[in-house]
């Protein structure tokens, strides 16, 4: 078994504390414009589509499917960040969420054999608990 609580934990802030909690939940919540409808991932203060400026009814955050395909791909060797060390090497990979074209997040993958992870395969979040009340969101494929 894997010892998570060694991993990093988030440090939220007022902008990214919404992303968290709904990770805590076991959701992925992603920040989106109430008026021009295009998400955002990290949030941003003011919506660069419109020029809304940010407050919880114009850029909320809401839960989306968690669904989406390998953008990019990388293999992490790197040693420098402890807490990873018992998954070295791990894949972290960018996903292309379905809900909007360029919506992406970045992610790990260390379950996932590196042989199998390749550009537009179908991938699905899941969230760890590494402690101290937090969970990150990662991803698997999706079985067919």
């Known amino acids: 078994m894997k010892d998570l609580a060694k991993r990093p934990i988030p440090i939220p802030n007022a902008l990214t504390q919404p992303f968290w909690d709904g ?35 114009t850029l909320s955050f809401e839960t989306v499917s968690g669904k989406g395909v390998i953008y990019g ?15 070295l090497p791990y894949p972290v990979v960018l996903v292309e969420l379905e809900e909007q074209k360029g919506l992406i997040l970045n ?4 379950d ?14 899941y969230f ?7 969970k990150l969101p990662e991803f698997r494929l999706v079985n067919s």
């Open 23 to 57: 990770a805590k939940a076991d959701k992925l919540v992603i920040q989106r414009c109430q008026l021009c409808h295009v998400f955002y991932q990290p949030p941003v203060d003011v919506c660069m589509d419109c020029l809304a400026r940010g407050n919880t009814s």
């Open 107 to 110: 992610a790990n993958m260390p």
């Open 112 to 125: 996932t054999d590196p042989s199998e992870i390749h550009s537009d395969v179908p991938v699905e979040v």
């Open 73 to 87: 791909h990388t293999l992490v060797h790197d040693t420098r960040l402890g807490g990873f060390e018992e998954i």
């Open 128 to 134: 760890i608990d590494i402690g101290s009340g937090m």
